[in-house]
């Protein structure tokens, strides 16, 4: 349910609609526009009875929202998501940042000269992986504390923020500590009790599509996170289809269709729905033109070599040409790369 305030409601009025809602056991959620504040009352299945408020002063009327997801939707927050990272970088507004970097760390050296080189080539924040969720038991896991703290000296270095990945509850306050962004893999999309844990460590979420998982079930997997507070960045990372010529299937069409029902940054990764890097350029272009909020690639010295996802690696002696090429295309939608 949505209580929506007159616009020229005053604070007393808009408190006392919040203390109505907790009266009848339910959470109010004030979410000021550039108009009138809207009051979202988190937790109601319908029952409540739109009388309570109808008649209170400031109440200009009281909406219904009917879609399973809530705080994401356009409908509890009309105007579009800004979503700050930190060191001036921005998702969802008029510029495309891009992420980029090693699946894995795999040592300081290496993604230190892996961070300076997509710094100079355009990219605003770096990617790696210190804890990862591998297919096979016996494959390379990450490194763990010492790839946080191999980030750590390359954000140094280089000033990018750090993007990696938060695999498990116990890793929690260790990940937030070291990192910018703590990104929810497609793996642990319906993880609930990470999501909980997540949205509630001070950070800026990347949450990543589940593998088989509807644009329905990702927008509430992203209230999970919205619920304990934290900024939120949707990535579409392609799904798992009849289709076996690509990794995975993007899903080209999640970008507008978020676009019009989250207020939320919308981004997508090339690299784990294509499996092959002659096809991450490609995809990353159409992903520019339909009006991504941003791109996350894989980037490595030599990808030949890579402990972790090699083949569908960008060589980062390409990379400068690859984001010139990228950002092209992102002009076709009135954007540039950050």
Known sequence: MLVMMQRNATPMEIQAVCDAIQVLGFNPLPMP????TAIGVAGDDGQVDTSHFEGMA???????????????????QPEKSLVSIGHGVVFGGTEVPVVAGPCSVEGEEEIVHIAKLVKAAGA????????KPRTSPFAFKGLGLEALEILVEA?????????????DVEHADVVREHADVL??????????????????LGRPVLLKRGLSSSLDELLQAADYILKGGADVILCERGIRTFETATRFTLDLGAVPWLKLHTHLPVIVDPSHAAGDRRLVEPLSKAAAAVGADGIIVE?????????CDGAQSLFASGFAEYAQRVAAHAELDGKRLA
């Not at 109440?59 to 509890?76: G, N």
């Not at 609930?192 to 844990?197: K, M, P």
Request: charged letters at 20%.
């Open 183 to 200: 990104q929810i893999g497609a793996r642990n999309m319906q993880n609930y009790a990470l999501l909980e844990v997540a949205g509630e």
């Open 299 to 307: 980037v490595h010295e030599d990808p030949t070599v890579a402990l």
């Open 155 to 167: 954000r140094t270095v280089t000033g990018l923020p750090i993007v990696t990945e938060l695999l």
């Open 33 to 36: 526009g550039a108009l009138r």
């Open 124 to 131: 605003v924040a770096l990617r790696g992986g210190a804890y």
């Open 58 to 76: 400031g109440v200009a009327q009281v909406l219904y929202d009917s879609k399973p997801y809530k705080q994401v939707s356009r409908e509890w």
